[in-house]
């Protein structure tokens, strides 16, 4: 995709497509908010559970941090103003995946049932909370950490979601908690029978989805200095499809973290490139569509090859 974006670019407009800075900026923020959901989604779904929550989960965090922001005495520091608006939506994410942990580790509801029914109920949290209006902020602290960049260079939104990919790659790949995760999705009664308590598990990882959702969403509100109850409506999709062409098995068990990272690029660069080369911006729910069925086929196709 890069060569043809590139040779596009050079043959139409003499420019550079992957060697041109803003570009690379655009995709690596067009990719942050998706990749954010993605690593939640990436361990709810190498356990053999999916979240659909996500989505309006992100859009309750901007909308909370906004009006936490909007609420406080304008006479606070904009950074501690800040601070607290972070933990104040961090916490209302995290009441989402608590009651998802709860319906699905203690109740047994189906994962997609529980969260598509958690989707619903943030959903309308979020605009209640919002009043069915975009909220808007007036921090500097805020505004310089959504649209500021290290060194001039990387956009701090990119600084941030580079740090969480590196911990939960770590949680993943080094730790008993990912080697739990994936023992849950190969096998969720061998796992029980090997001592692993599935339940809290379960619990810990829509936990940990939801927090990744609440830090999006504040990533959300930093950018455009405003909370949105949709702000995360559009991308739900795309975090699924971003673990799923990185390589993760929608019957659990398998999928990595680089994959996702990867996953969420192609994404990106799709989206970016078709509206870079003046396609109508509609060709991108069709082009992430049809990655997301060719993913899905081969992945059928190699869960059955290797049950051959």
Same mark, same amino acid.
């Given at each position: 995709?890069?060569?043809?974006?590139?040779?596009?670019?050079?043959?139409?407009?003499? !420019?550079?497509?992957?060697?041109?800075?803003?570009?690379?900026?655009?995709?690596?923020?067009?990719?942050?908010?998706?990749?954010?959901?993605?690593?939640?989604?990436?361990?709810?779904?190498?356990?053999g559970g999916i979240d659909l929550s996500v989505g309006f989960t992100v859009g309750l965090a901007a909308v909370v941090?906004?009006?936490?922001?909007?609420?406080?005495?304008?006479?606070?520091?904009?950074?501690?103003?800040?601070?607290?608006?972070?933990?104040?939506?961090?916490?209302?994410?995290?009441?989402?995946?608590?009651?998802?942990?709860?319906?699905?580790?203690?109740?047994?509801?189906?994962?997609?049932?529980?969260?598509?029914?958690?989707?619903?109920?943030?959903?309308?949290?979020?605009?209640? !909370?919002?009043?069915?209006?975009?909220?808007?902020?007036?921090?500097?602290?805020?505004?310089?950490?959504?649209?500021?960049?290290?060194?001039?260079? =990387?956009?701090?939104?990119?600084?941030?979601?580079?740090?969480?990919?590196?911990?939960?790659?770590?949680?993943?790949?080094?730790?008993?908690?990912?080697?739990? !995760?994936?023992?849950?999705?190969?096998?969720?009664?061998?796992?029980?029978?090997?001592?692993?308590?599935?339940?809290?598990?379960?619990?810990?990882?829509?936990?940990?989805?939801?927090?990744?959702?609440?830090?999006?969403?504040?990533?959300?509100?930093?950018?455009? !200095?405003?909370?949105?109850?949709?702000?995360?409506?559009?991308?739900?999709?795309?975090?699924?499809?971003?673990?799923?062409?990185?390589?993760?098995?929608?019957?659990?068990?398998?999928?990595? =973290?680089?994959?996702? =990272?990867?996953?969420?690029?192609?994404?990106?660069?799709?989206?970016?490139?078709?509206?870079?080369?003046?396609?109508?911006?509609?060709?991108?729910?069709?082009?992430?569509?049809?990655?997301?069925?060719?993913?899905?086929? =081969?992945?059928q196709a190699r869960t059955r090859r290797g049950r051959t």
């Amino acid at each position: 995709m890069l060569v043809f974006f590139e040779v596009w670019a050079r043959a139409s407009y003499q !420019t550079s497509f992957v060697f041109n800075l803003t570009n690379v900026q655009s995709i690596l923020l067009a990719a942050v908010q998706p990749l954010l959901i993605a690593l939640g989604q990436t361990l709810v779904i190498i356990a053999g559970g999916i979240d659909l929550s996500v989505g309006f989960t992100v859009g309750l965090a901007a909308v909370v941090s906004a009006r936490v922001m909007q609420t406080l005495d304008p006479s606070l520091p904009p950074a501690l103003s800040l601070l607290l608006a972070i933990v104040v939506a961090l916490l209302a994410s995290l009441g989402v995946g608590w009651v998802n942990g709860i319906l699905i580790a203690r109740w047994k509801v189906p994962p997609f049932i529980g969260t598509l029914g958690m989707y619903g109920v943030a959903r309308g949290l979020g605009f209640l !909370t919002s009043g069915g209006t975009t909220v808007g902020t007036d921090n500097p602290v805020n505004s310089a950490l959504g649209n500021g960049k290290m060194f001039g260079l =990387v956009p701090w939104p990119v600084v941030v979601t580079f740090l969480v990919v590196l911990y939960v790659h770590y949680l993943l790949s080094r730790t008993k908690f990912g080697q739990y !995760t994936y023992a849950i999705g190969g096998n969720r009664n061998a796992a029980i029978r090997a001592g692993i308590n599935v339940d809290a598990h379960t619990m810990k990882l829509y936990l940990i989805t939801a927090v990744l959702a609440g830090v999006a969403g504040a990533i959300y509100t930093a950018r455009f !200095t405003a909370g949105a109850a949709q702000a995360g409506e559009p991308t739900l999709l795309d975090s699924i499809a971003a673990v799923v062409i990185g390589g993760a098995s929608l019957f659990g068990g398998a999928g990595t =973290v680089v994959g996702t =990272v990867i996953g969420a690029l192609i994404i990106a660069v799709i989206q970016f490139g078709l509206v870079f080369i003046n396609v109508q911006p509609f060709w991108q729910f069709i082009a992430v569509g049809a990655v997301i069925i060719l993913s899905v086929l =081969v992945d059928q196709a190699r869960t059955r090859r290797g049950r051959t």
